[in-house]
């Protein structure tokens, strides 16, 4: 409502505060309450037109290479391309896509061979050439390219010989990516890296092909033109795209964006049903005409907001339940803790906001039980390490014990702060929130709850985008407090979720997500070690027991588990997928 | 007259430039987001983020970008690219343009009709039920906020969500061009809804005016000599009257027509109101300064406008 909500971060679901999430009760764990919480039936009728309203400005970018929000994967990612590995709606680990099988590790896992499979052929103009492991390679390197502008290739690629350190100006040749035949990538890595023996970080838009006879000319400048000039292997493609330009019909930026089928695409080697013939999306809805327009029309789904605003909620879960779906996000939302700044820098005092914090209320603020679950430990539910962290229950602090709030417990760490009367004695505490609804409802109501334990915030509400990248993202502004944090998974594996807000190594001056400065070096060589672990059930305890140990330094209080919402009109079967946060699957989801 | 059109059109210059030139130092001196940081993605290397500074030419000093930006306004008409969808600004603003006159335009068609009908009316028929009726309705329509009179309208009278399910609702524009007929019946509701503010208060201020007018001594004058009511009112008291409402629907156009932004948000029709709305969220400079500026040139050249007109209305006011 990202999705203003329009910067919903597949992982950072909740980074964007147009996010926000559907059912479960509290302590309900992972599961969902309310609605259709599996998709139990993911076959269809094919056929038809399906309508999108987004509320938010629409996908980020026409370039592959630049995808990475939830919407880019929702409404142009899955449908129109193929990447090595997918993703079936309730699939919690990669599945080959134009990939043969998942990688074959060999060298100590410092080499990963894929064979890819042959025949898939690009959509016109060059519907004859058909997709080869060098275009794999090429779409790789450029996402190391400035002109590009990608933003996870340095987190989960980096590890890759030859991979520049810092983005090219140009797309260049990486060593460590081999296509030593038409199918078959080998990449050779400097250290094993767990995310890409197990596929998971090969799953994501940087492999999708990108044929570079086709594409170098449009990767040149200081900007990439690919995406408007780019080729599909998907189902479906933009309309109009076939000229080698897209054209005003096929997308106007923030506007409207129309797939049709793909000439191109042989059925027989996805595993995509791809039901609709055509999808067209409208983009700048109002969010409660849109959900409204939704539910009384025909052949509609719910766009980019992750819950229906509250004035339709509430309706959508009790007269129209059977057009809602609701899955767990993989996302979660929480308050950052400034371990550099004062009172935050002292452990017993943000154990002491912890205990204070009254999470069912605060939960209140965004839509009550439906809208996620009360959270008591930082990875979510259905994520590998959940269960080993302490599953619903949590670690079992005495802090995160009471969902309500405990003040006496807040007071008796606040004395061991040293603070005798378990009130804070300092001057007020320097907090900056998102002025849009609910996630300004929430930090006002984070600030009446801490003056039980003598905390004055002096509260900044400001645009969502301005919070991130003017305050909290940025060491030096040194805000305190940040009320309407949340992150998400980029995949099923943790290391998305612990990794970039816990490594101290990953403090920088601008764009900093370790918004607490955790930084502990202990915690650090732990996290860095447990990325190189390939086995995924070690990968899920070591991961599990970090999150545990990492919960009882109290860098951020997690109060929520967020949910997914979606819902279609009567005659429409609504699909989620579960690695793309609960978004509804557009080539899953069909007409009744 | 030529010579005063000249002078007005070198200051509308002059203006744009002191426009573009503050919209330039708020953007820097308010904490607005760092788009080079919002383009970067969630965790974001630095070495990414001052690839994209430097492609955005945001690690150039304020005045340099500035200078840059203004050459290649005023020696190519090029607004720029925009930093959320590297897409021309222009083009982007004159794909939404059409869209944001058609409403403007068929709104001030709407309220000046109804203001000016009601104003006349109940000036004329001072106190009676009419004027009563008429002017209790107006202050409501004043009081309304547009917004919530949007969503009102929907719910009552949109074909998919409405009660009584007659006008298209929310989505439904289409471009003149591809089909005049749903052009127009999509705009039916929106162009009420935004005209109601300004019908009301047109209705008002020419309601005071008039009958103030109709007081006057010439009024009296042109009745003694036995002037049809009608002609004296029409001819004599509205053309007297009407001045202050050609200035307010003057300016009301200009700055509609620069986007009406809860109108098009509520009836989401891709306006210049919407993308300007979009730009401030994402920091988008260039396309903020293209839409600040087209609304500041809308406004200076509707007073130009006004001002001409003022000539042809009122037979005191010539130009030198």
Same mark, same amino acid.
């Given at each position: 409502?990202?999705?203003?909500?329009?910067?919903?971060?597949?992982?950072?679901?909740?980074?964007?505060?147009?996010?926000?999430?559907?059912?479960?009760?509290?302590?309900?764990?992972?599961?969902?309450?309310?609605?259709?919480?599996?998709?139990?039936?993911?076959?269809?009728?094919?056929?038809?037109?399906?309508?999108?309203?987004?509320?938010?400005?629409?996908?980020?970018?026409?370039?592959?290479?630049?995808?990475?929000?939830?919407?880019?994967?929702?409404?142009?990612?899955?449908?129109?391309?193929?990447?090595?590995?997918?993703?079936?709606?309730?699939?919690?680990?990669?599945?080959?896509?134009?990939?043969?099988?998942?990688?074959?590790?060999?060298?100590?896992?410092?080499?990963?061979?894929?064979?890819?499979?042959?025949?898939?052929?690009?959509?016109?103009?060059?519907?004859?050439?058909?997709?080869?492991?060098?275009?794999?390679?090429?779409?790789?390197?450029?996402?190391?390219?400035?002109?590009?502008?990608?933003?996870?290739?340095?987190?989960?690629?980096?590890?890759?010989?030859?991979?520049?350190?810092?983005?090219?100006?140009?797309?260049?040749?990486?060593?460590?990516?081999?296509?030593?035949?038409?199918?078959?990538?080998?990449?050779?890595?400097?250290?094993?890296?767990?995310?890409?023996?197990?596929?998971?970080?090969?799953?994501?838009?940087?492999?999708?092909?990108?044929?570079?006879?086709?594409?170098?000319?449009?990767?040149?400048?200081?900007?990439?033109?690919?995406?408007?000039?780019?080729?599909?292997?998907?189902?479906?493609?933009?309309?109009?795209?076939?000229?080698?330009?897209?054209?005003?019909?096929?997308?106007?930026?923030?506007?409207?964006?129309?797939?049709?089928?793909?000439?191109?695409?042989?059925?027989?080697?996805?595993?995509?049903?791809?039901?609709?013939?055509?999808?067209?999306?409208?983009?700048?809805?109002?969010?409660?005409?849109?959900?409204?327009?939704?539910?009384?029309?025909?052949?509609?789904?719910?766009?980019?907001?992750?819950?229906?605003?509250?004035?339709?909620?509430?309706?959508?879960?009790?007269?129209?339940?059977?057009?809602?779906?609701?899955?767990?996000?993989?996302?979660?939302?929480?308050?950052?803790?400034?371990?550099?700044?004062?009172?935050?820098?002292?452990?017993?005092?943000?154990?002491?906001?912890?205990?204070?914090?009254?999470?069912?209320?605060?939960?209140?603020?965004?839509?009550?039980?439906?809208?996620?679950?009360?959270?008591?430990?930082?990875?979510?539910?259905?994520?590998?390490?959940?269960?080993?962290?302490?599953?619903?229950?949590?670690?079992?602090?005495?802090?995160?014990?009471?969902?309500?709030?405990?003040?006496?417990?807040?007071?008796?760490?606040?004395?061991?702060?040293?603070?005798?009367?378990?009130?804070?004695?300092?001057?007020?505490?320097?907090?900056?929130?998102?002025?849009?609804?609910?996630?300004?409802?929430?930090?006002?109501?984070?600030?009446?709850?801490?003056?039980?334990?003598?905390?004055?915030?002096?509260?900044?509400?400001?645009?969502?985008?301005?919070?991130?990248?003017?305050?909290?993202?940025?060491?030096?502004?040194?805000?305190?407090?940040?009320?309407?944090?949340?992150?998400?998974?980029?995949?099923?594996?943790?290391?998305?979720?612990?990794?970039?807000?816990?490594?101290?190594?990953?403090?920088?001056?601008?764009?900093?997500?370790?918004?607490?400065?955790?930084?502990?070096?202990?915690?650090?060589?732990?996290?860095?070690?447990?990325?190189?672990?390939?086995?995924?059930?070690?990968?899920?305890?070591?991961?599990?027991?970090?999150?545990?140990?990492?919960?009882?330094?109290?860098?951020?209080?997690?109060?929520?588990?967020?949910?997914?919402?979606?819902?279609?009109?009567?005659?429409?079967?609504?699909?989620?997928?579960?690695?793309?946060?609960?978004?509804?699957?557009?080539?899953?989801?069909?007409?009744? | 007259?030529?010579?005063?059109?000249?002078?007005?059109?070198?200051?509308?210059?002059?203006?744009?430039?002191?426009?573009?030139?503050?919209?330039?130092?708020?953007?820097?001196?308010?904490?607005?987001?760092?788009?080079?940081?919002?383009?970067?993605?969630?965790?974001?290397?630095?070495?990414?983020?001052?690839?994209?500074?430097?492609?955005?030419?945001?690690?150039?000093?304020?005045?340099?970008?500035?200078?840059?930006?203004?050459?290649?306004?005023?020696?190519?008409?090029?607004?720029?690219?925009?930093?959320?969808?590297?897409?021309?600004?222009?083009?982007?603003?004159?794909? @939404?343009?059409?869209?944001?006159?058609?409403?403007?335009?068929?709104?001030?068609?709407?309220? *000046?009709? $109804? =203001? %000016?009908?009601? !104003?006349?009316?109940?000036?004329?028929?001072?106190?009676?039920?009419?004027?009563?009726?008429?002017?209790?309705?107006?202050?409501?329509?004043?009081?309304?906020?547009?917004?919530?009179?949007?969503?009102?309208?929907?719910?009552?009278?949109?074909?998919?969500?409405?009660?009584?399910?007659?006008?298209?609702?929310?989505?439904?524009?289409?471009?003149?061009?591809?089909?005049?007929?749903?052009?127009?019946?999509?705009?039916?509701?929106?162009?009420?809804?935004?005209?109601?503010?300004?019908?009301?208060?047109?209705?008002?201020?020419?309601?005071?005016?008039?009958?103030?007018?109709?007081?006057?001594?010439?009024?009296?004058?042109?009745?003694?000599?036995?002037?049809?009511?009608?002609?004296?009112?029409? @001819?004599?008291?509205?053309?007297?009257?009407?001045?202050?409402?050609?200035?307010?629907?003057? *300016?009301? $156009? =200009? %700055?509609?027509? !620069?986007?009406?932004?809860?109108?098009?948000?509520?009836?989401?029709?891709?306006?210049?109101?919407?993308?300007?709305?979009?730009?401030?969220?994402?920091?988008?400079?260039?396309?903020?300064?293209?839409?600040?500026?087209?609304?500041?040139?809308?406004?200076?050249?509707?007073?130009?406008?006004?001002?001409?007109?003022?000539?042809?209305?009122?037979?005191?006011?010539?130009?030198?």
């Amino acid at each position: 409502m990202r999705k203003l909500w329009r910067l919903l971060p597949l992982a950072a679901i909740a980074v964007l505060a147009l996010v926000a999430a559907g059912c479960g009760g509290g302590g309900g764990g992972g599961g969902s309450t309310g609605g259709n919480a599996e998709n139990s039936n993911t076959s269809g009728k094919a056929g038809g037109t399906i309508t999108i309203n987004d509320s938010a400005g629409s996908i980020d970018s026409l370039d592959p290479g630049y995808w990475y929000y939830q919407t880019d994967y929702e409404e142009i990612g899955m449908p129109t391309q193929r990447m090595l590995y997918g993703w079936k709606p309730d699939d919690t680990s990669p599945r080959p896509d134009i990939a043969q099988g998942l990688p074959q590790v060999s060298n100590g896992g410092k080499t990963l061979t894929i064979k890819i499979k042959s025949g898939i052929r690009y959509s016109a103009p060059l519907q004859s050439q058909t997709v080869k492991a060098a275009d794999i390679k090429y779409a790789m390197e450029r996402c190391f390219a400035a002109p590009v502008g990608n933003g996870y290739a340095f987190s989960y690629y980096s590890d890759i010989k030859g991979a520049p350190s810092k983005p090219s100006a140009h797309v260049e040749d990486i060593s460590g990516i081999q296509a030593p035949d038409a199918t078959t990538l080998v990449l050779q890595l400097k250290n094993p890296v767990g995310v890409l023996a197990t596929g998971n970080a090969l799953g994501l838009p940087c492999t999708i092909p990108v044929p570079q006879n086709y594409a170098a000319k449009y990767d040149k400048g200081n900007q990439s033109t690919y995406g408007q000039h780019q080729v599909f292997t998907g189902p479906y493609m933009v309309q109009g795209a076939g000229s080698g330009t897209i054209p005003k019909s096929g997308y106007q930026p923030a506007k409207l964006l129309v797939l049709v089928r793909n000439p191109s695409w042989d059925k027989s080697t996805d595993f995509k049903p791809a039901y609709f013939n055509k999808i067209i999306i409208h983009n700048g809805s109002d969010p409660t005409v849109a959900a409204r327009q939704v539910l009384a029309g025909q052949s509609m789904i719910s766009g980019d907001a992750a819950v229906p605003p509250p004035a339709v909620l509430k309706d959508l879960l009790t007269t129209k339940k059977s057009q809602a779906v609701i899955a767990p996000s993989g996302g979660n939302r929480y308050a950052a803790l400034n371990t550099t700044v004062k009172p935050f820098d002292n452990i017993n005092v943000r154990r002491a906001v912890a205990a204070v914090l009254n999470r069912n209320a605060l939960r209140q603020t965004r839509g009550g039980p439906a809208v996620g679950t009360i959270a008591t430990h930082f990875i979510p539910p259905g994520m590998p390490g959940f269960d080993q962290a302490g599953g619903n229950a949590g670690p079992g602090y005495d802090f995160y014990k009471n969902p309500n709030g405990d003040v006496a417990v807040a007071k008796s760490y606040m004395k061991k702060a040293g603070y005798p009367s378990g009130m804070y004695t300092g001057g007020k505490v320097f907090a900056v929130a998102d002025n849009t609804s609910p996630a300004k409802q929430t930090a006002e109501a984070m600030q009446q709850q801490l003056k039980a334990i003598g905390i004055n915030l002096d509260l900044h509400e400001v645009p969502h985008a301005t919070m991130y990248s003017k305050y909290c993202q940025v060491p030096k502004a040194k805000v305190a407090l940040c009320p309407s944090m949340g992150w998400g998974k980029d995949f099923f594996d943790s290391q998305s979720m612990i990794d970039p807000i816990f490594n101290g190594k990953n403090i920088v001056p601008a764009g900093n997500v370790n918004t607490a400065q955790a930084n502990n070096p202990a915690f650090n060589a732990r996290i860095s070690a447990a990325t190189s672990v390939t086995d995924a059930n070690q990968r899920a305890t070591l991961y599990g027991n970090l999150d545990k140990d990492l919960t009882g330094q109290v860098y951020y209080v997690t109060w929520l588990w967020d949910n997914n919402i979606s819902y279609g009109s009567k005659n429409v079967t609504v699909v989620q997928n579960k690695f793309n946060g609960g978004a509804p699957d557009l080539v899953f989801s069909s007409l009744k | 007259m030529s010579a005063y059109i000249i002078r007005r059109l070198l200051w509308v210059i002059v203006l744009l430039f002191l426009v573009s030139a503050i919209t330039f130092v708020i953007f820097f001196a308010l904490p607005s987001a760092d788009p080079a940081q919002l383009r970067a993605g969630r965790q974001p290397n630095p070495a990414l983020v001052e690839a994209i500074r430097h492609r955005l030419g945001l690690d150039k000093p304020i005045y340099v970008q500035y200078y840059r930006y203004m050459k290649g306004l005023v020696l190519h008409f090029d607004f720029g690219y925009s930093y959320q969808n590297n897409i021309s600004v222009k083009q982007q603003i004159f794909d @939404r343009l059409p869209a944001t006159a058609s409403l403007a335009i068929g709104a001030a068609v709407v309220w *000046l009709i $109804i =203001g %000016i009908s009601v !104003g006349t009316i109940s000036a004329i028929k001072r106190r009676s039920m009419f004027d009563r009726v008429a002017m209790g309705g107006a202050l409501v329509g004043i009081s309304a906020p547009v917004y919530w009179l949007g969503l009102l309208s929907l719910y009552l009278f949109a074909n998919d969500i409405g009660i009584i399910k007659i006008f298209p609702g929310s989505g439904s524009y289409v471009p003149l061009s591809q089909d005049p007929s749903k052009w127009f019946t999509s705009l039916i509701l929106p162009w009420f809804v935004l005209a109601a503010s300004f019908a009301a208060f047109y209705a008002r201020l020419l309601r005071g005016n008039l009958i103030e007018v109709m007081s006057e001594d010439y009024i009296r004058t042109a009745r003694a000599k036995g002037l049809r009511e009608r002609r004296v009112v029409l @001819r004599h008291g509205i053309r007297s009257a009407i001045t202050p409402i050609v200035t307010a629907a003057g *300016l009301d $156009i =200009g %700055i509609l027509l !620069g986007g009406a932004i809860l109108t098009e948000s509520v009836f989401n029709i891709p306006g210049v109101g919407r993308l300007a709305f979009d730009s401030i969220q994402n920091s988008d400079l260039p396309m903020i300064q293209g839409t600040v500026l087209l609304g500041a040139f809308f406004i200076v050249l509707m007073n130009l406008v006004v001002d001409v007109a003022y000539a042809f209305i009122d037979p005191r006011v010539r130009y030198s």
